[in-house]
């Protein structure tokens, strides 16, 4: 955010509700931070290939991130979520657990994240650490909540948050756990399709697949993002399984948006990615002489 120069006023980016939400897990009351809309906050920018928006620094502003205050974190008891579900998540037993494993969940989150604050106006590094505390909450949450769907939609955020906290602070390794969230994603999304595939667990309870704020992707979203990021962040030890795997994705991007067809009915942007990441796997799979089944379809 812009600073302020001396005797002028801080720019205002977030407000706190009126009303305050209650934590679940220890019943305590706690103020909601919301960021303002309008007078030049948010400029959108490019869309990125991850489906994140880029928003362009203002003069008065500077750089924003919207999506960072949409998880709400207790500060009595360092219990964070999605801020819907704190008022729709009903189960003894998750709560239960949560509340036993408040200090393991503080002291993991401080080992990355040290010295965080949930009591002031939220920042990129305590952004940081409440969605790294959502992560670890969402592990005690039963399969009705979609839990996994989530792990997967606060990874791919928390991987956006360390890349860019590695500019404002480099050499502090940033970079790397930034990396480390790129796989958590790509093994929670990967999850998320397997259990919505066989029935284990419901991917729509997320509500808004997002990945970022400023629109729904939808399902069609969550198979594109999971193709991305195996294609960019997948294991290339196993090279025969990885191409196993890029050939699946080809697949199933293939399937889902009619590529190489009429598409007319899809989100341009979304197609667009789709369709260049579909190219791309292609070429890594010809390179590799893997033809797929479908590869004659996609080329009428």
């Not at 010295?115 to 939220?122: D, G, T």
Request: aromatic share 12%.
């Amino acid at each position: 955010m812009a600073a302020a120069k001396d005797g002028e006023k801080k720019p205002t980016i977030s407000f706190y509700s009126k009303q305050k939400v209650t934590c679940p897990v220890c019943k305590k009351p706690f103020e909601k931070e919301e960021m303002l809309s309008g007078g030049g906050r948010m400029i959108a920018g490019e869309l990125t290939e991850e489906l994140r928006r880029i928003y362009e620094p203002s003069a008065k502003y500077g750089k924003v991130y919207p999506f960072i205050y949409s998880i709400g974190a207790c500060p009595v008891c360092n219990t964070a979520f999605l801020w819907n579900d704190f008022k729709t998540i009903e189960d003894a037993a998750a709560f239960e657990k949560i509340s036993d494993s408040e200090k393991t969940r503080k002291e993991i989150v401080e080992t990355i994240f040290p010295h965080y604050n949930l009591k002031q106006e939220r920042t990129l590094y305590d952004a940081a650490a409440a969605y790294y505390l959502a992560l670890l909450c969402y592990e005690s949450v039963p399969p009705e909540y979609s839990p996994t769907i989530k792990k997967a939609l606060i990874s791919i955020r928390l991987a956006w948050i360390c890349y860019e906290l590695n500019i404002e602070c480099p050499n502090h390794n940033f970079d790397f756990i930034s990396l480390q969230f790129y796989r958590k994603a790509l093994f929670f999304y990967d999850e998320a399709i397997l259990f919505e595939t066989d029935h284990t667990e419901d991917i729509a309870g997320i509500g808004n697949f997002g990945p970022d704020i400023d629109k729904n992707y939808g399902y069609d979203g969550v198979v594109y993002l999971t193709a991305m990021l195996e294609y960019k962040y997948g294991q290339k030890e196993n090279i025969p399984e990885r191409l196993k795997k890029l050939d699946q994705y080809k697949r199933n991007l293939a399937r889902i948006f009619g590529l190489g067809k009429s598409s007319k009915n899809k989100p341009g942007p979304l197609l667009e990615h789709s369709r260049a990441l579909y190219d791309k796997l292609a070429a890594v799979l010809k390179e590799a002489n893997i033809i797929s089944d479908d590869d004659d379809e996609d080329a009428e």
